[in-house]
């Protein structure tokens, strides 16, 4: 059974690290997310600006979108606006969940991608807290039980904030 292993960095610097360590571990690009605010903050990983739609809907692995060097590693990434939430840049298989709750809207927004992700509600509203306030939220998946150990320890060291693991549901 799949797990996902979650954090929060606190900064840009902090993020690449343990983006950067999970690379260097074997990790799959396919298997890492990246998820945080769209803002002044944020400008340092998304250099060029691109059009949000208007309703929000998601606009998915954006062209033409400057990154660094080790987040442009990552798969799909991309800038997407949540209704009554804001605009994000998310990367890895968080972006295809939070896409989806883009096009229905508001009511679903980041808590309920979050939860759709597997992340039990009570965590996807600390997260979603402290996304808003500016912090990284970074994920991997992985099947095996060393690799999850090696995640949190990976998390530790860097400092990384709020670890958390959580088994995701295999489809019917």
Request: charged letters at 20%; hydrophobic letters at 40%; one cysteine or more.
């Amino acid at each position: 059974m799949k797990t996902a292993i979650y954090c929060i960095a606190t900064n840009r610097v902090q993020a690449e690290n343990i983006v950067d360590s999970l690379k260097n571990s074997g990790f799959s690009n396919n298997d890492i997310s990246v998820l945080f605010p769209d803002q002044e903050g944020t400008r340092d990983f998304a250099h060029e600006q691109n059009t949000k739609l208007p309703e929000g809907a998601a606009t998915g692995g954006v062209a033409g979108m400057g990154v660094g060097a080790i987040l442009g590693w990552l798969t799909g990434i991309g800038a997407l606006a949540i209704p009554g939430v804001g605009p994000f840049i998310a990367a890895g298989p968080i972006m295809a969940a939070l896409s989806g709750a883009a096009l229905v809207g508001a009511a679903g927004g980041l808590i309920g991608g979050l939860v759709g992700l597997g992340i039990p509600e009570y965590e996807a509203k600390l997260y979603d807290g402290k996304i808003r306030s500016g912090n990284i939220l970074i994920s991997v998946h992985t099947d095996d039980s060393d690799r999850t150990k090696l995640a949190k320890e990976i998390y530790e060291k860097a400092g990384a904030e709020d670890i958390k693991s959580t088994s995701e549901a295999s489809a019917p």
